[in-house]
């Protein structure tokens, strides 16, 4: 057909349904990508991304709609069928066996081609060259650091040759010095004349990176852009389909009474593939909100653990509002004043299946919701009421069962759950992760509030502009080891970036401000 | 063409009652088949099933009778089995009270005090406590899987009631039969109605039916229990410590099954023999199961599970049914009451295959 004027796209999606029991995750979408472009799909969370992402690793199969691969239909019946079409996938969770080294890992995903061990080593040292991903290949897995894992995953991708490589979020877990390194792989696989999907919510990377937006909102497509003709707050709106105010924190007030000590905190960790904390030194006051930055896996779990009471340490290494409490169970710490936001919203934070009332009793017992060993049902309902109304928690009401609201409002209840019981010490982990950008404003307001009326926070999160945004002071933590705690005007993202990956000299007592 | 199962993401109270009606349909329907391809007159033969135990007064007892021990070693085991707690040795912790309580109805045999027939509960209840306290214990301390260990002490308490009976407690004059001497009258559960054998022990079943669901449904430490089972990293958030409620679920199963244990000994047996339980421990964790681990569905599950025990008994009397037809049909209705269970959780779709390329 010689008049078919320009090539087609490398692959071209046109009308996707899908539809899961009570929610259409994909509705009529359209996403093309051409040969060496690099193209943003973008959305929040529950948009409709990783639906339309396992479609085309053939993981999932459409209900309706067609794709084109070099402009030829095609089903995608399987993984296996689209890595043949050549389709590589990074996925965000890593999939790489822990106990292998990097060759292994690799020479399992390749098949027969993985049977000559040497020649695959050889391989894989030829391409990490090439594309600037320094890996080495005759390491076990549990060794490496989470950006060296990622470039396995790369590395194992590129050995099939795919023409479309489809990364999601790869960026969640890498420090901003990581996330640069890269982009500068991901150009020049695009100049090679690969295309490239790169699923992401971070503006400011999607921006400097692609060429090419593809916007979903609930499971449609709302746009198409470039990305770096628009503004981070234009492209925001097109996501989220509102202006997003962010919150900002108020001036610094003088710091109150020391209501979360910890003193030369070691810790053991409690799986063989946790991480230790080493001589954790770390105060936070009333009225301040401590950030703690860090790449997944570097000790946050332990240090919170530590805190809440789900793990033990020396009576003297943890102290609340000035009690030594590093031996007593969380209620007891509880009684300090404690509150506790978990990482886990379901399963932890809230059990799934049980009532916002009954969700209530899980940490609000002591405000009237137990008396003489019974549940006070009626007592119960109200205070889940009372957060749903301060809140703005969207529920049908007390009796709705906690998965059943969407992950930003679960976090809001849980969020004022806590919030209510008017805590001296809150510790909050990763508050916003997986919220959408008005619930994550929502929750940030919620905690400068709590800070204004005078309580302790200490949050740990992976996301910095939210640690900049809402803290007083910031570090970051790294193999177990805490960073300098400075205040945030002075830490900016380039430091704590290099701090994310240990560059922090001694420990604590270096104090850098 | 093809079948797919969808989790339903709400269950329509009309399905909660629609579902058992539609087990007990399909239970009939294949009794019918399965009773007229043996040769059996199927319609006699649900009748006596499910007519003929309970025609009259005394079937009627009878099956309070059968249903006593059931319910409350269910009632038991769903303190555990809500926190997650798999006690699967109510078998054995039953045998244990029965023990406990024999062992003090034969050492005052004779004497008759009043007092014995509260201790023999008492003792009943400790018993069956205290042989639960192993697998608690050990999964308190070591993190041992409660279902292998609690499952072994039962054979264990089996043993040990046959070395009693055979040796140091057998009735000197039972000419060597394994039993031991008949509890004297102190030591009997007095009846409720002559002439059968409905004892007190029914009057207390059914308060435990109540206590039950205080504990499980109203009261703190039940929540604890519940968020245990379906949420252990809530309940470690929360505080509630795992050897807590592996303790009251154990205890609580222990002292329940040794209870039902003690009124088997003191109640229609009347002494110590080999074998005090035809598996009532073991069919308390369907019957647990079958009323949802709820108190009141729990009280109704045992009634059925006794009445298809009756039911077994009749058909192989009446119409010289084997013992394994019987089984297969009473196993018919479990599979159906459970198996329809799933469909209020989960609806059937027939689908094409989409995209048709």
């Not at chain 1, 008017?422 to 008005?438: E, R, S």
Request: proline share 5%.
């Amino acid at each position: 057909m010689p008049s078919e004027a320009p090539t087609p796209p490398l692959i071209r999606l046109s009308g996707i349904v899908k539809a899961y029991p009570g929610c259409l995750a994909n509705d009529r979408i359209d996403l093309s990508v051409a040969a060496g472009e690099i193209h943003a799909l973008l959305g929040e969370n529950g948009a409709g991304k990783s639906t339309l992402v396992k479609i085309m690793a053939g993981v999932v199969s459409p209900d309706a709609g067609e794709i084109r691969w070099q402009g030829a239909p095609v089903a995608i019946e399987g993984p296996a069928a689209a890595r043949r079409l050549g389709i590589g996938m990074v996925f965000q969770h890593f999939t790489l066996f822990e106990s292998l080294t990097v060759t292994e890992n690799v020479a399992l995903a390749a098949g027969t081609k993985g049977r000559d061990r040497k020649a695959l080593a050889g391989r894989i040292a030829e391409l990490a060259a090439r594309y600037g991903l320094a890996v080495d290949a005759n390491r076990h897995v549990h060794h490496l650091a989470v950006g060296e894992r990622q470039r396995v995953e790369i590395l194992r991708c590129l050995l099939e040759e795919p023409r479309l490589i489809v990364l999601d979020e790869p960026t969640s877990v890498l420090t901003p010095q990581e996330a640069e390194a890269l982009f500068a792989t991901l150009r020049m696989l695009a100049a090679e004349g690969r295309g490239i999907l790169f699923i992401s919510h971070k503006l400011d990377e999607v921006r400097a990176l692609c060429q090419r937006a593809t916007i979903l909102r609930g499971g449609k497509r709302v746009g198409e852009c470039d990305p770096r003709a628009e503004s981070a707050a234009s492209l925001a709106r097109l996501m989220v389909g509102s202006d997003v105010t962010p919150a900002r924190r108020g001036a610094p007030k003088a710091p109150g009474g020391e209501m979360l000590a910890l003193a030369k905190l070691d810790l053991a960790p409690a799986d063989p593939h946790g991480v230790p904390l080493h001589a954790i030194d770390l105060t936070v006051r009333a009225g301040e909100i401590v950030g703690i930055a860090g790449v997944a896996g570097n000790g946050q779990s332990e240090l919170l653990a530590a805190v809440t009471g789900e793990r033990l340490a020396p009576e003297h290494a943890v102290r609340i509002a000035g009690v030594p409490a590093g031996r007593r169970a969380s209620s007891y710490r509880r009684k300090l004043g404690l509150a506790v936001i978990p990482e886990e919203r379901l399963g932890r934070g809230a059990v799934a299946e049980m009532s916002l009332a009954e969700n209530a009793v899980l940490t609000a017992a002591d405000q009237g919701l137990v008396s003489g060993g019974m549940v006070q049902s009626r007592a119960a309902a109200a205070y889940a009421k009372a957060v749903i109304e301060r809140f703005g928690v969207v529920a049908r009401g007390a009796g709705a069962a906690a998965d059943s609201l969407s992950g930003g409002n679960l976090q809001k209840f849980i969020l004022g759950r806590e919030m209510l019981q008017n805590p001296k010490l809150l510790v909050a982990a990763h508050p916003t992760w997986g919220v959408d950008v008005g619930a994550a404003a929502a929750i940030h307001r919620a905690l400068l509030a709590l800070r204004e009326a005078g309580a302790a926070i200490l949050i740990v999160s992976e996301d910095l502009d939210e640690l900049l945004a809402i803290s007083d002071r910031v570090a970051a933590i790294c193999g177990g080891r805490l960073s300098p705690v400075v205040p945030a005007e002075e830490a900016g993202r380039e430091r704590l970036g290099q701090w994310m990956s240990g560059l922090f000299g001694g420990g604590a007592e270096a104090h850098a401000a | 063409m093809r079948l797919r199962l969808e989790a339903r993401t709400e269950t329509a109270r009309w399905l909660v009652v629609a579902t058992p009606l539609l087990a007990a349909a399909l239970t009939l329907a294949s009794g019918i088949v399965m009773f007229a391809a043996l040769g059996y007159d199927p319609a006699k033969a649900l009748t006596s099933f499910f007519i003929k135990p309970i025609e009259n007064v005394y079937g009627l007892t009878e099956l309070a009778v059968k249903a006593t021990p059931l319910l409350l070693c269910a009632l038991g085991l769903a303190v555990g089995f809500r926190g997650g707690v798999w006690n699967i040795g109510a078998e054995g912790q039953l045998t244990m009270g029965a023990v406990a309580a024999g062992g003090l109805a034969l050492a005052f045999h004779g004497e008759e005090p009043g007092w014995l027939m509260p201790a023999m509960v008492l003792a009943g209840a400790l018993g069956g406590a205290a042989w639960a306290a192993i697998p608690a214990f050990l999964r308190a301390r070591f993190n041992t899987n409660e279902i292998l260990t609690s499952l072994m002490l039962t054979y264990v308490a089996v043993q040990f009631l046959g070395y009693l009976v055979h040796g140091p407690w057998r009735n000197p004059q039972g000419f060597n039969f394994p039993q031991s001497r008949d509890f004297g009258e102190a030591a009997i559960i007095p009846l409720l109605m002559e002439g059968t054998r409905l004892h007190l022990g029914v009057i207390l079943a059914g308060l435990a039916v109540f206590a039950a669901w205080l504990l499980l449904d109203r009261s703190h430490l039940g929540f604890q229990i519940r968020v245990s089972g379906s949420a252990p990293r809530a309940a470690a958030y929360a505080g509630y410590p795992v050897s807590r409620i592996v303790w009251a679920g154990f205890l609580a199963g222990g002292a329940m099954a040794g209870l039902a244990g003690m009124m088997e000994a003191a109640g229609p047996i009347g002494k110590l023999q080999p074998l005090i339980s035809p598996g009532y421990g073991f069919a308390a964790i369907i019957v647990a199961f079958l009323g949802r681990l709820n108190a009141f569905g729990i009280l109704l599950a045992s009634l059925l599970v006794a009445l298809l025990y009756l039911g077994g008994e009749t058909a192989q009397i009446d119409l010289k049914v084997p013992p394994a037809v019987t089984g297969v049909f009473q196993g018919l209705l479990l599979f159906f009451l459970l198996g329809s269970d799933f469909l209020t959780r989960y609806r059937v779709k027939l689908v094409r295959r989409a995209a048709a390329s």
